[in-house]
């Protein structure tokens, strides 16, 4: 339902810059991600430039690389029809070569936890050590982060204490609160974040 999580990951990589750490963003909305419009980034480097080329994931990987402010970024792909040509065994190696680069690898799945991700999709999320799930306090949000809390966790095994959440957009008008959010969900929130 849209609940800021390409806002969140932007803000994460960056206040994660900031504190010295090399920080890696990969737009892994594989619906067509807006980390590079948000950026401004070139729409031609990022995900699309793993489905051609050589097969050296880290160089692959490096070259399709651009500076974010504070971070690097590895932007989306330019088209949903470029999914094709996405091979979940290059996003895997990539993603392994990268993570031994940087200190953190933040992957900004967008709306890929709905349940019906693709072989592509649930490669990006098998290779994160944990996942943070963007809802807001409302109903809709708690009901769409429910159904992918399910899905992380039966569909592709990632143990549930690797789950958490982030309670974005609070406003506290007909809302819950972050404990009532934890008992809904069952399982940790770790932030709450302001309209």
């Known amino acids: 339902g849209a609940p ?30 807006a980390v ?29 690389l651009q500076d974010g402010p504070g971070f690097s970024v590895l932007s989306g792909i330019e ?10 065994e290059r996003i895997t190696g990539t993603v392994s070569a990268l993570q031994e680069r940087f200190d953190v690898v933040l992957i900004d799945a967008g709306e890929t936890l ?11 999320l098998r290779s994160a050590e944990r996942v943070l799930l963007v809802t807001t306090a409302d109903l809709f949000g708690l009901w769409n982060t429910r159904a992918s809390l399910r899905f992380v966790t039966e569909s592709l095994g990632a ?8 309670v974005n957009r609070l406003n506290r008008r007909d809302q819950y609160g972050a404990q009532e959010v934890e008992r809904a969900l069952g399982i940790r929130v770790v932030a709450s974040i302001p309209e």
């Open 4 to 33: 800021g999580t390409t806002t969140l990951a932007i803000g994460l990589a960056a206040a994660l810059g900031t504190k010295g750490r090399s920080v890696l963003l990969i737009d892994a909305d594989l619906r067509g991600g």
């Open 36 to 64: 590079g419009p948000y950026l401004d980034l070139d729409p031609r480097r990022g995900l699309s430039g793993l489905t051609v080329g050589p097969t050296d994931r880290l160089e692959r990987g490096l070259d399709e």
């Open 79 to 88: 088209r949903p029809e470029a999914l094709e040509r996405l091979l979940p």
């Open 114 to 124: 709905n349940g019906v991700t693709s072989a592509v999709g649930a490669a990006f």
């Open 159 to 166: 143990p549930r204490e690797a789950v958490s959440a982030v």
